[in-house]
């Protein structure tokens, strides 16, 4: 049974997000700050983080940020559920490594199928490597490699990364990408999109290059000296 942490400084919104995880067979846990969220997240290792970003020690993008860089914790999915509606904010928390985002007021029968979805993506990671010139990807171990060297990203890069890669040189498109990656649309931006292609190149290093901009169209993976558009 997946247990799920919520993080809330509002009692009532704990109680009913807890009362519908409960309800579709999930455990939870509750923190009502930061600092609770994040000594949870470790000593506990939830499943998934519910987040909201207005709590009154450290700021919810800060605790995703905290989260993402910590080798023990940057692997547990984070739905952000906050009050914050603005386009900014959403691509604030895709960038920070958020895995969906959902403003308040909500649905909570929406809410439990967005958990879901996202539990359900994390078991379908394929156990195949692959493999572009110096580039090597462990999806299994969701781990990145250039030139031998791991490569630290976040999980939304990986997922990006991953889903180029397996097209085999194929081009994804924009709206494809976002789909897959986001998992709905709605929620991703092609500036959100256009930010993660712009720190992908910039870790990848000398295999920065294989990640193509096909204009108009979308994105690919192709291998060293396939003649791309860069």
Sequence with gaps: ??????????????????????????????????????????????????????????????????????????????????????????????????????????????????????????KEAHPDAIRFGSLEILAGRRQCLVDGQSVLLTAKEFDLLYELAHAHGNVITRDILMERVWGYHGEATSRTLDTHVKRLREKLGSAASMLETVRGIGFRMSPPDSGGEG
């Design 1 to 122: 049974m997946a247990c799920i942490l919520i993080v809330d400084d509002d009692s009532d919104i704990q109680g009913l997000v807890g009362f519908n995880l409960k309800q579709a067979g999930f455990e939870t846990l509750c923190a009502r700050n930061g600092r609770e969220a994040l000594d949870q997240a470790h000593t506990c290792r939830p499943d998934l983080i519910i987040l909201d970003l207005m709590l009154p020690d450290l700021d919810g993008l800060e605790i995703c940020r905290r989260l993402r860089q910590d080798e023990g914790t940057r692997r547990i999915p984070v739905l952000m559920l906050t009050a914050r509606a603005e386009e900014i904010d959403r691509v604030l928390g895709f960038e920070l490594g958020a895995d969906d985002y959902v403003t308040k007021p909500f649905s909570p029968r929406e809410l439990v199928l967005r958990v879901r979805s996202i539990l359900r993506r994390g």
